[in-house]
């Protein structure tokens, strides 16, 4: 256990969060989300596993992570499908915890096909324990300038 570190994030999810550049993205993905072969073809290439709820996955992450302000989809949640409108209470959960950090509101939206290419793109993928269906979501790092940290 480590000060000022939440102890969700274990060693291999902070040496991932360290390794990771700006504009690299990150999966955070509910447990019936294709997350050991969609991580295989990530650039880490290896499914990280944190088992707790998706918000406090997010929570956990973002506690260290900026989220990039350059983009528009720096913080996405994959669309219910056939209701791309409909906001669910793990999406709501998850909004909480980005906002609370001056990220997005709200997260863009992003077609359940259109999400798991873009996770296959990402740095890596990091499956929780949600259980609850739509608790997947992709956040964009940004940057640290040279006066915060």
């Known amino acids: 256990m480590l000060k000022g570190i939440n102890p969700l994030l274990n060693a291999d999810v902070l040496q991932v969060l360290r390794a990771m550049g700006h504009g690299d993205d990150l999966i955070i993905a509910d447990t019936n989300f294709p997350s050991d072969s969609v991580a295989r073809q ?31 989809d720096a913080a996405a949640r994959m669309e219910v499908v056939g209701e791309p409108d409909t906001i669910l209470p793990v999406m709501e959960e998850v909004q909480g915890k980005v906002s ?50």
């Open 100 to 149: 609370a950090v001056g990220g997005p509101d709200p997260m863009m939206p992003i077609e359940r096909f259109a999400f798991y290419d873009r996770a296959k793109q990402a740095y890596a993928v990091i499956q929780t324990g949600e259980r609850r269906f739509y608790g997947c979501f992709a956040f964009r790092k940004g940057v640290i300038g040279p006066d915060e940290g």
């Open 42 to 72: 990530t650039v880490y290439g290896r499914l990280l596993r944190i088992d707790a709820s998706a918000a406090e996955v997010v929570e956990a992450v973002l506690s260290l992570m900026p989220i990039d302000t350059f983009v528009e």
